[in-house]
Antibody
Framework: QVTLRESGPALVKPTQTLTLTCSFSGFSLSTNKMFVSWIRQPPGKALEWLARIGGDDYKYYSTSLKTRLAISKDTSKNQVVLTMAYMDPVDTATYYC????????????????WGRGTTVTVSS | QSVLTQPPSVSAAPGQKVTISCSGIRSNIGNNYVSWYQQFPGTAPKVLIYDSNRRPSDIPDRFSGSQSGTSATLAITGLQTGDEAYYYCGTWDTSLNGGVFGGGTKLTVL
């Protein structure tokens, strides 16, 4: 059974750096078929993809947030960490981590398993 | 402003069919498979369709997807009140080198 769980602070101050951890089970990031993405959703708004890391350790970032984001993994702990610098009130959102599983070379990009999300409020 | 374009809302009566469109450009939908997600308020999204028209084993065949050119469509037949939710399309964008989503569509079952 594949599970993912996000953890991190519920409240951060403007200009601070946010650090979120995705702890997962049921799969390993040591293969090139598995990736973990971070997605966020501001209150009442749409999903926004943020970043992705995979077994090949190659990292992909949202173009608009690239300068503020850093994603890393600890394969032995089954964790993926996302940091976002210079937090602003507009970054208030629920942050999700999700698995991307490439069943075959013909499989497209999609999220087949999601965590419950963690809500982050940015306020002084 | 989402990269993919969806209608903000659609509605239909129970038992009827509804379609939700998702429009993009060549670098995203034109060259990559689309997936669709269902999200109820306060919960995480759940995949309904991936690779344009494939369903996970737990998704009923009332849900189907199609894709042509730079557009994709989610169809739901035999609408039920429990289908009232937000629906998002998503894909990879080869130019942006990242994932992209639509703005979401709220489905109301009248």
């Amino acid at each position: 059974q594949v599970t993912l769980r996000e953890s991190g602070p519920a409240l951060v101050k403007p200009t601070q750096t946010l650090t979120l951890t995705c702890s997962f089970s049921g799969f390993s990031l040591s293969t090139n078929k598995m990736f973990v993405s971070w997605i966020r959703q501001p209150p009442g708004k749409a999903l926004e993809w943020l970043a992705r890391i995979g077994g090949d350790d190659y990292k992909y970032y949202s173009t608009s947030l690239k300068t503020r984001l850093a994603i890393s993994k600890d394969t032995s702990k089954n964790q993926v960490v996302l940091t976002m610098a210079y937090m602003d009130p507009v970054d208030t959102a629920t942050y999700y981590c999700a698995r991307n599983y490439y069943e075959s070379s013909a499989t497209g990009f999609y999220m087949d398993a999601w965590g419950r999300g963690t809500t982050v409020t940015v306020s002084s | 402003q989402s990269v993919l374009t969806q209608p903000p809302s659609v509605s239909a009566a129970p038992g009827q069919k509804v379609t939700i469109s998702c429009s993009g450009i060549r670098s995203n939908i034109g060259n990559n498979y689309v997936s669709w997600y269902q999200q109820f308020p306060g919960t995480a999204p759940k995949v309904l369709i991936y690779d344009s028209n494939r369903r996970p084993s737990d998704i009923p065949d009332r849900f189907s997807g199609s894709q042509s050119g730079t557009s994709a469509t989610l169809a739901i037949t035999g609408l039920q009140t429990g289908d009232e939710a937000y629906y998002y399309c998503g894909t990879w964008d080869t130019s942006l080198n990242g994932g992209v989503f639509g703005g979401g569509t709220k489905l109301t079952v009248l």
